[in-house]
């Protein structure tokens, strides 16, 4: 029986240990922090004690000015925002040559990588209307008009588009 107790306070012990290690260190006062720079002193004080041995003193509240670089004003284009625009250029360029499919097929590939994107519904809407779907082109231009901004052209584009598709 001393084996297994013995067993059991070791695991007690080795999970304590665990646990004490994983604790956060709280640390009471401040501690100084001193930098390489050379101290300034004029002549008239001499017993600035603050400065020790060439080192300066610096105060730990005092808050450091930050070592990063300010980001840009304008967010550099992602990938995906690449990939979707190179999908659109190759879908309309299918559409262009008359091969609805392959535009369809293009502008798919395009939603799935960016599903808000209004042109990818403006090229799905045109392509099922010329292949007389127009319940699809109806979806389609009422989707991307969801997600077209009120006044720009590509939101123009997709009322004309809707409205031929109820038309038909």
């Not at 980001?71 to 990939?83: D, G, L, M, W």
Request: proline letters at 6%; glycine letters at 4%.
């Amino acid at each position: 029986m001393s084996f297994k107790r013995l067993i059991r306070t070791a695991t007690l012990i080795g999970s304590l240990m665990l646990l004490a290690a994983c604790a956060p260190i709280r640390q009471t006062g401040s501690v100084p922090v001193y930098t390489s720079s050379p101290s300034v002193t004029s002549n008239s004080d001499t017993s600035n004690s603050d400065t020790t041995a060439g080192l300066e003193l610096e105060d730990p509240t005092r808050p450091t000015e930050p070592e990063y670089e300010i980001a840009p004003s304008t967010p550099a284009e992602k990938p995906a925002q690449k990939a979707v625009q190179s999908l659109l250029d190759e879908a309309w360029m299918h559409y262009r040559n008359d091969d609805p499919d392959r535009a369809i097929a293009m502008a798919e590939r395009a939603q799935r990588l960016d599903a808000r994107s209004g042109e990818v519904y403006l090229v799905l809407a045109s392509s099922y209307l010329i292949q007389g779907k127009q319940q699809l082109a109806e979806q389609f231009a009422r989707r991307g008009i969801s997600y077209s901004a009120v006044g720009t052209t590509l939101r123009n584009r997709l009322q004309q588009l809707l409205g031929q598709a109820t038309a038909l």
